[in-house]
């Protein structure tokens, strides 16, 4: 994901602009145009001799980090023209207006709702990845900052409030710094007395933090006369954080994890359940330090190497056809069927919703499109599955193995309806992303404990009923063929 992009300008002067994935194309724009000092409407921004879309976010444009845009003039200067909004509540209908992109997001709520805008105490609005929560943050952003300057676009208005703990939140770990053996950068030399100081201030620390935690009081600390390895004191630390990271995050045993199972109320004989995507998936992005990009020793060492296997593969690898490779296909399918009998499918429908449930590897995606049938309100509807990226719709004559849904896979519900697809009942028997996730753990598991039994087993059987081919006796040897003549 790219955090930072380098822009050319028409002089061939270059600056870096800090991006975010949420940000758009307009606003990397912008803030170019503004370190440059000219107007931003004149101006566009190419990467791989294409222009790109200002409307389009980062997250979906594909670039690398520190990736090379070019800014260059348009032909006619870019104009606001007025966006068209559909806004849709939490009941399914859509209301409609015309709004400038100056306009915030907490004055199209306002018009569009009128006196019913006061009925939602934490409004929301929730356009392609991003969420905007809060009236103050819903007045800060207008429609340029989320990239409409022009056309029509869809908005989802919910009544959300942003909690200060959520479940299931994911928090991205601290990036520890990357640590360089002083031999692997300038040889092996003597320590200087700067360095032996650097040791004992860390050497104090780590008897600090010893002395605060009763549980690592068995580690032994040399004396302070003695010069101590850097490395030896890292690996001490590091082997203290794991340490605590065990004591704060056990292991579930088999018997919790039945017990989890029993608690949880299926759908139907092939363990469906039902969640709601959105369910702890809030992330918190952080952006990392230009250091964090730059190479190690370690880093050259690990490329070199899988360029070296690469290299020898292309050189010394054998040529293959077409035949050869449908072969290698097939048997690689025939693997994935040896050790996966039961894959798990998510079916994800538009109002981020998410069916789960157990298939067998060999059978067709028409069986999963009839199972999803009578969970829908109209049984009878015409629908497709899809995966993406890119978007590739499955063919219901083929098998889930054949559309690689093997051992687990994500598809996509579409439909020409825009309605709610499910039943409402439904909805009484949602459950969290946390358990849905342990129930698939709990069929992994179950799959491999299988394959490993049926590993082991040895066919004495089939070796007796199947022998290898036996040596031609010597009459048959000595048999001469009718073609030959002495």
Aim: aromatic share 6%; glycine share 4%.
């Amino acid at each position: 994901m790219a955090t930072s992009l380098v822009i050319l300008g028409d002089n061939a002067a270059r600056i870096t602009v800090k991006v975010n994935p949420n940000m758009t194309i307009l606003n990397v724009l912008e803030l170019a145009c503004t370190k440059w000092k000219v107007d931003s409407n004149n101006y566009d921004l190419k990467y791989h001799n294409k222009i790109l879309d200002t409307t389009s976010l980062i997250r979906f444009t594909n670039i690398a980090n520190n990736a090379l845009l070019e800014l260059v003039p348009v032909a006619k200067s870019r104009i606001n023209s007025p966006v068209g909004i559909w806004l849709q509540l939490e009941d399914g209908s859509r209301l409609t207006g015309e709004f400038t992109p100056n306009q915030s997001l907490w004055d199209v709520i306002q018009s569009i709702l009128k006196e019913n805008a006061a009925n939602y105490d934490s409004p929301a609005i929730i356009y392609t990845r991003m969420e905007i929560i809060g009236k103050e943050q819903l007045q800060k952003k207008s429609l340029k900052d989320i990239g409409l300057v022009g056309g029509k676009a869809l908005l989802r208005l919910l009544n959300k409030s942003e909690s200060v703990e959520q479940a299931h939140v994911y928090v991205p770990p601290e990036r520890k710094p990357k640590i360089e053996e002083s031999s692997q950068r300038l040889g092996h030399r003597e320590r200087s007395p700067i360095d032996q100081s650097n040791n004992l201030g860390n050497l104090e620390k780590l008897k600090e933090e010893v002395q605060q935690n009763q549980e690592t009081t068995d580690i032994n600390i040399p004396p302070k006369t003695e010069a101590i390895d850097t490395c030896a004191t890292n690996k001490t630390i590091e082997n203290k954080d794991k340490k605590n990271k065990k004591d704060i995050n056990p292991k579930l045993s088999d018997e919790d994890l039945n017990n989890f199972k029993s608690t949880i109320k299926y759908l139907d004989e092939r363990e469906t359940l039902l969640f709601d995507m959105m369910d702890g998936t809030f992330v918190t992005y952080k952006d990392e330090g230009d250091d964090f990009y730059e190479p190690t020793v370690k880093d050259v060492t690990l490329v070199m190497r899988d360029l070296k296997s690469y290299r020898s593969q292309l050189e010394d690898g054998q040529l293959c056809t077409n035949a050869m490779r449908v072969l290698q296909k097939t048997q690689n399918q025939l693997n994935l069927l040896y050790q996966y009998k039961k894959c798990i499918v998510r079916v994800h429908f538009p109002n981020r919703l998410v069916l789960q449930s157990v298939f067998k590897s060999t059978e067709n995606v028409s069986d999963v499109i009839s199972f999803l049938r009578k969970y829908l309100v109209d049984g009878s509807m015409e629908f497709h599955l899809f995966t993406a990226p890119p978007k590739i719709i499955l063919n219901p004559e083929e098998t889930l193995l054949e559309c690689g849904c093997v051992p687990s896979a994500m598809v996509h519900f579409s439909s020409m309806t825009e309605s709610d697809h499910l039943k409402p009942e439904l909805r009484e028997k949602i459950v969290s992303a946390n358990q849905a996730s342990i129930a698939a753990y709990l069929v992994r598991k179950e799959r491999a404990k299988n394959s490993k039994t049926t590993s082991n087993e040895v066919p004495h059987d089939e070796a007796q009923q199947n022998p290898g081919p036996s040596r031609k006796s010597n009459q048959e040897i000595k048999q001469k063929p009718k073609w030959f003549k002495p």
